[in-house]
């Protein structure tokens, strides 16, 4: 069975920089695409960015040149750099990956 753990959330100022951590258990990371997600208070939950098992990434519009998605394959972690934070950005943030959910991790970004 997978499991997907997330840290590094927390409360930063806008314009403030988190670092989000996803540890998978299982080795999975090496052949599997990863996936970052949040969702907002009332909102669907989105994609925020991906990143393949070759190191391909995809972002959303909203976070493009903001937000930065890489992997360790031999910690089976995969993170996400948060930069330039917004109001906005504030939401529950979840790892998905070959079927599974991560619990999540709050980020608050107060203006």
């Known amino acids: 069975q997978v499991q997907l753990v997330e840290s590094g959330g927390g409360l930063v100022q806008a314009g403030g920089s988190l670092r989000l951590s996803c540890a998978a258990s299982?080795?999975?990371?090496?052949?599997?695409?990863m996936e970052w997600y949040r969702q907002a208070p009332g909102r669907q939950r989105e994609l925020v960015a991906l990143i393949t098992s070759g190191g391909g990434t995809n972002y959303a519009d909203s976070v493009r040149d903001r937000f930065a998605i890489s992997r360790d394959n031999d910690r089976n972690t995969v993170y996400l750099q948060m930069n330039r934070l917004r109001p906005e950005d504030t939401a529950v943030y979840f790892c998905?990956?070959?079927?599974?959910w991560g619990k999540g991790t709050q980020v608050t970004v107060s203006s």
């Open positions: 299982g080795n999975i990371l090496r052949f599997a695409t």
């Open positions: 998905f990956s070959v079927g599974y």
